[in-house]
């Protein structure tokens, strides 16, 4: 059948347009779980990768040879496990290994002024402790690290000295530590820690960091290592000294009871842990998607229904039915578009809110919105527009004139 018509592109845009114009309601709660859709998996997306790049950032402030041992084959294994004082002696034997420090963890009552809260406790060797800084653990920001002469001096982290009690703790102050309400010994500030840029120094920010000698001597169990943190030297191959560091602690322990892992290692495996998240997110996200390319379809087969007749008229004056199968695809497709449009803007303004409050509660998180991101959001939504409408289109464009000139 020809067409008659004369209808060229910008015409068929007219009568799309103006039937989606004429049926404003209904065209707008249509697009309601496109953009509900769009703007869900653009905001998970963008705050998943924001939040990816975060994890990466801060393990490679940690630097690329540092290593961390913990004990435990795995989770539940460090409640039962621990590493051994002289662990630190047989990890600086390793070949490739630079220095290894200890981490010693207890808590106490902690007395400043009239306010007695519990504070963790970290024990550290002295002349081990501005490596610690090194490796962005722990980094002097008033005062000084303490020394083999300090048995009383202590530093304390950032958020300590300004957050945990109503009045902030200062330089040169003292605060004093107590057991079941005896006072055991008064602690004299000498330095105060800047705020840790990573996650692993972060239980730095709310501690006393203390001579680890001046713990044990103060605490009623004796201690074990938390961790050790080593560097390996520069130039060596890491994950060859990390296998070299398990193999020592094997042979020492007579079993795996410990993890070593490098940074890159975390890093790797937080990043992959972060993925599967966001993806099971999205997926749930993608579920109005659905939702919204089912509305499109129904809404469209109404459409189909009720413009029987004119569609009737149409093809009796000489449209062709793939005329008809674009009008109707067209529709679909831009209410898709349109939908994804607006749903991609309010997906950019949810992420950009949620990273600003990230932002302000202490949390490093930068939501990125790609161009890949955009085109692929548009595109997406398009494509479910345009499939969510061939049902209703095909149809449309099977309608026999005579029949549907008859519809009531």
């Known amino acids: 059948m020809g067409c008659n018509m004369g209808f060229v592109d910008a015409e068929l845009f007219k009568v799309v347009f103006q039937n989606l114009k004429g049926q404003q309601l209904r065209s707008f709660l249509t697009l309601l779980g496109i953009v509900i859709g769009i703007a869900a998996i653009v905001a998970l997306i963008s705050l998943g990768e924001g939040l990816n790049a975060s994890v990466q950032q801060e393990f490679e402030s940690l630097g690329t040879n540092t290593i961390i041992v913990v004990p435990g084959g795995g989770f539940a294994g460090a409640f039962f496990t621990h590493l051994e004082n002289d662990d630190v002696d047989t990890i600086e034997s390793v070949r490739g290994i630079d220095f ?40 002097i920001g008033e005062g000084r690290l303490i020394n083999s002469q300090d048995s009383f001096g202590v530093v304390i982290g950032n958020k300590l000295a300004n957050e945990t009690f109503d009045k902030p703790i200062m330089l040169k102050s003292s605060v004093e530590l107590l057991d079941s309400n005896i006072s055991i010994a008064k602690l004299r500030v000498i330095g105060i820690g800047e705020t840790s840029s990573n996650s692993f120094g972060s239980f730095f920010n709310n501690a006393i960091i203390m001579n680890s000698k001046t713990l044990e001597d103060m605490s009623s169990t004796k201690l074990f290592p938390s961790r050790i943190i080593a560097e390996a030297v520069p130039g060596e ?26 940074t890159q290692q975390i890093g790797e495996t937080a990043g992959n842990v972060v993925g599967i998240i966001s993806l099971v997110l999205i997926g749930i996200a993608a579920i109005s998607l659905l939702v919204g390319g089912i509305g ?38 831009l209410v898709g578009m349109v939908g994804g449009g607006i749903g991609l803007v309010f997906g950019i303004g949810i992420s950009g809110l949620i990273s600003l409050i990230a932002t302000a509660a202490g949390f490093s998180l930068t939501a990125s919105v790609s161009p890949t991101l955009i085109i692929g959001a548009l595109a ?29």
């Open 100 to 139: 290894a420090a200890a981490i010693f963890m207890d808590s106490k009552q902690v007395k400043y002024g009239r306010e007695t809260k519990t504070i963790l406790i970290l024990g550290v060797d002295p002349a081990k402790i501005i490596n610690l800084g090194a490796v962005g653990f722990l980094k």
């Open 296 to 333: 499109i379809m129904n809404t469209m087969l109404m459409a189909v229904m009720e413009r029987t007749r004119e569609i009737g008229i149409m093809k009796a004056i000489g449209a062709t039915n793939d005329k008809i199968l674009a009008i109707f695809l067209l529709e679909a497709g």
């Open 380 to 408: 997406f939504s398009l494509i479910v527009g345009i499939l969510s409408g061939i049902v209703p289109a095909m149809r449309a464009a099977r309608l026999e004139p005579v029949e549907a000139l008859r519809y009531e």
């Open 237 to 262: 191959n890491i994950d060859e000294v990390k296998q070299r560091v398990e193999k020592a602690l094997e042979k020492k322990h007579g079993e795996k009871d410990f993890q070593v892992m490098t």
